[in-house]
């Protein structure tokens, strides 16, 4: 691993499992070892005689192998690191570590269907903040990504301009005047309503 890059690797704890996993694939691909967890291709035989330039690449798609799982075994508490520690390889500990905490398919789209209900049902109260509303959207929409699900920016423009209050209905129709919605980002309609 490259020692001039030194960054601390995620811990999962057994909740929040679809953020841990994108900071851990982040987190291995920037030490070239995500190929090792993607894929368990098996390395090609050595010639009978081979060079040292063939020796040394040998043993170094050998070794990121380990240290792949080595990275996996230290990105987690050791009641995680339990379930996982008679894995013999990276790809191995990762696939037990989404079925257990991701599910499989059909808990997948479980999940998905009960988020899009929630996003369905968010309305801006009163009280709220236009932040606190838009915060509440994005995490719906995060976790929905996490999950596979692709969200595309102007439903959620959309959703965000038709779950404000009645409070809202003048600055709504100056935006109206002055912006096409299709084009306008949540970050974009979130700066012109607290404006």
């Not at 170094?60 to 080595?70: G, H, N, S």
Request: charged share 30%.
């Amino acid at each position: 691993m490259d020692s001039s890059f030194s960054s601390k690797s995620p811990v999962f704890t057994g909740v929040n499992y679809g953020v841990w996993a994108v900071k851990m694939r982040m987190y291995l691909k920037a030490f070239d070892l995500w190929d090792d967890v993607e894929t368990e291709r098996e390395l090609n035989p050595l010639n009978e005689d081979p060079t040292m330039a063939q020796l040394r690449y040998y043993n170094e798609q050998r070794t990121k192998k380990f240290k792949a799982l080595t990275c996996i075994h230290n990105a987690v508490s050791e009641e995680i690191f339990t379930r996982i520690m008679a894995c013999q390889t990276a790809k191995e500990a990762w696939d037990k570590l989404k079925a257990e905490f991701q599910g499989d398919e059909k808990s997948k789209r479980m999940q998905i269907l009960t988020l899009k209900r929630q996003f369905e049902g968010l309305r801006m109260k009163d009280s709220d903040t236009i932040k606190e509303f838009s915060s509440s959207v994005s995490k719906i929409v995060n976790q929905m990504t996490l999950l596979g699900e692709e969200v595309q920016e102007s439903r959620v423009v959309e959703k965000v301009l038709v779950s404000l209050p009645e409070k809202f209905e003048n600055k709504i129709c100056s935006l109206e005047d002055s912006k096409d919605f299709t084009e306008l980002s949540l970050q974009e309609l979130i700066n012109a309503l607290q404006a």
